[in-house]
Nanobody
Framework: QVQLVESGGGLVQAGGSLTLSCAAS????????VGWFRQAPGKEREFVAA??????LARYADSVKGRFTISRNNAKNSLQMNSLKPEDTAVYYC???????????????WGQGTQVTVSS
């Protein structure tokens, strides 16, 4: 497992943008798949996006496709969120797994989460 720390959450108006970052401590992101999940109050945690550190392939939830972009840069993973909507409000979690696939399951390292609030 790897320790993950998210940053970049906050309050933004609908239509605005935020960038979340995820840093790994104790090791790099190489040979990992890194993803973002979110959990809104009263709802189950849901998959947002994932990227394979090895080949850069990415996968997105339909609800964020075209608005969010996941990227990798050295030892940090970023989630660029544009055209934010009130329904994007949630705690966002960075996650990682020692696998090359982009399946939404199998993530075994999690960050503590960062709050994103989108006002209407």
């Amino acid at each position: 497992q790897v320790q993950l720390v998210e940053s970049g959450g906050g309050l933004v108006q609908a239509g605005g943008s935020l960038t979340l970052s995820c840093a790994a401590s104790g090791r790099t992101f190489s040979a990992l798949t890194v993803g973002w999940f979110r959990q809104a109050p009263g709802k189950e945690r849901e998959f947002v996006a994932a990227v394979s550190w090895t080949n850069g392939l990415a996968r997105y939830a339909d609800s964020v496709k075209g608005r969010f972009t996941i990227s990798r840069n050295n030892a940090k993973n970023s989630l660029q969120m544009n055209s934010l909507k009130p329904e994007d409000t949630a705690v966002y979690y960075c996650a990682a797994k020692s696998a090359y696939d982009l399946a939404v399951t199998g993530f075994d390292s999690w960050g503590q989460g960062t709050q994103v609030t989108v006002s209407s």
